[in-house]
T-cell receptor
Framework: EDQVTQSPEALRLQEGESSSLNCSYT??????LFWYRQDPGKGPEFLFT???AGEEKEKERLKATLTKKESFLHITAPKPEDSATYLC?????????????FGTGTRLTVIP | ETGVTQSPTHLIKTRGQQVTLRCSSQ?????VSWYQQALGQGPQFIFQ???????GRGNFPPRFSGLQFPNYSSELNVNALELDDSALYLC????????????FGSGTQLSVL
């Protein structure tokens, strides 16, 4: 059975204090791993897609990496506007649809 | 370019009633997916429509049904509402059926009393 586990559930950082969020997954035939950001009262916003172990992608203060069992979202020198829930999702090879299996997210709070 | 819009934003229903939620996809997108997000959980895939046909379904009972129209807008219908159906319902569009970059709307918050 597919599983996506995100840790920690919640994280409080001081502005400028770098850290990493973890997403461990179990899926038969990974097609892609996705990171989304969700602000309160809004839908998820796409950040990254990673397809194979060793792949890395960066956007501003965020960097996502992928291994065969987990993905990390590294946040460098975060700012208060980075506060949000970060969701990890996987897609299996077998599905033809955009069927994403999400974790429960990490709620990040960055304190000024 | 307009994004994904959903209506209504909030809705209150009682158990046993039926509800219809609406979604307008982003311009140029022919695929719409629906997700259910319970409080404190990640979104769960309900189904996807591509060119007016359902082409993928998650683990939801048949009382969850949908439609996609020629202009690629979509509806989610839920019959015989149960208390556990209370959730945020998210619509997402994409330019192709297998394009994983989904553009989400802000959702409809459904409360079932």
């Amino acid at each position: 059975e597919d599983q996506v586990t995100q840790s920690p559930e919640a994280l409080r950082l001081q502005e400028g204090e770098s850290s990493s969020l973890n997403c461990s997954y179990t899926v038969s035939g990974l097609r892609g791993l996705f990171w989304y950001r969700q602000d309160p009262g809004k839908g998820p916003e796409f950040l990254f897609t990673l397809y194979s172990a060793g792949e890395e992608k960066e956007k501003e203060r965020l960097k996502a990496t992928l291994t065969k069992k987990e993905s990390f979202l590294h946040i460098t020198a975060p700012k208060p506007e980075d506060s949000a829930t970060y969701l990890c999702a996987v897609q299996r090879d077998q599905t033809g649809a955009n069927n994403l299996f999400f974790g429960t997210g990490t709620r990040l709070t960055v304190i000024p | 370019e307009t994004g994904v819009t959903q209506s209504p934003t909030h809705l209150i229903k009682t158990r046993g009633q039926q509800v219809t939620l609406r979604c307008s996809s982003q311009s140029g997108h022919n695929t719409v997916s629906w997700y259910q997000q319970a409080l404190g959980q990640g979104p769960q895939f309900i189904f996807q429509y591509y060119r007016e046909e359902e082409n993928g379904r998650g683990n939801f009972p048949p009382r969850f049904s949908g439609l996609q129209f020629p202009n690629y807008s979509s509806e989610l219908n839920v019959n015989a509402l149960e208390l556990d159906d209370s959730a945020l319902y998210l619509c997402a569009s994409s330019p192709r059926a297998t394009n994983e970059k989904l553009f989400f709307g802000s959702g409809t918050q459904l409360s079932v009393l």
